[in-house]
C-alpha cells in the first residue's frame, strides 16, 4: 500500500534519502567590532577562566577533526577583514582546561594569510593531527609582518 490515497489524490513521494555532509559552517554574529590594540596575540589563560565570561570577540566555527589549519585560516578571512592583509599571519593555540581544572593555552601552528613557497607554514595540518579535543577552544591571534 503504497500509494495510499487521499481524498482522490495521491500522496507526493517521498523525500529523497540525501548522504550526511558535514556540519553546518555556523558563525555567530559578531558581538563587538575587533579591538585593533588587542591584535597581535593570543588571549591568556587567564581569559578564560571564568565560564560564561570568555573573550567577547569569538566567532563559532563547527567543522570536522580532519579540517586543515589551511581550511580554518580561510574560514576566519571570510570574517576577520584584517586576516586578508597580504602580510598578515594567523597563529593557532588551543585552549583547554588541565587535570587542576586552569586553562591552558598551547600554540599549535602558524599560517599565512597568502602562503608561497619560500615561508612554509603549518597549513596542511589537520586538527586531530595536532590532538585538537572537541569542546577545547581555538584561540587563533591575528599579527602583522
Known amino acids: 500500500m503504497a500509494e495510499v490515497q487521499r481524498r482522490g489524490r495521491p500522496l507526493p513521494p517521498p523525500p529523497a534519502r540525501v548522504p550526511p555532509g558535514p556540519p553546518p559552517l555556523r558563525m ?3 558581538v563587538q567590532p575587533v579591538d585593533r590594540e588587542k591584535i597581535g596575540g593570543h588571549h591568556s589563560d ?6 560564561g565570561k570568555e573573550p567577547k570577540d569569538e ?5 570536522w577533526m580532519d579540517a586543515t589549519l589551511r581550511e580554518l585560516t580561510d ?3 571570510e570574517v576577520a577583514p584584517e586576516a586578508r592583509r597580504r602580510d598578515a599571519s594567523l597563529s593557532f593555540a588551543f585552549v583547554y582546561p588541565d587535570k587542576r581544572g586552569r586553562f591552558v593555552v598551547r600554540e599549535v601552528g602558524r599560517t599565512y594569510s597568502y602562503p608561497n613557497g619560500r615561508r612554509p607554514d603549518s597549513g596542511s595540518k589537520s586538527l586531530s593531527e595536532l590532538k ?5 577552544y581555538l ?3 591575528i599579527t602583522f609582518q
Request: glycine share 8%; charged share 25%.
Open 75 to 77: 574560514l576566519v578571512k
Open 59 to 63: 566567532v563559532q566555527i563547527y567543522t
Open 132 to 136: 585538537f579535543q572537541i569542546g577545547d
Open 28 to 30: 555567530g554574529p559578531r
Open 46 to 51: 587567564n581569559d578564560f577562566a571564568v565560564r
Open 139 to 141: 584561540d587563533v591571534a
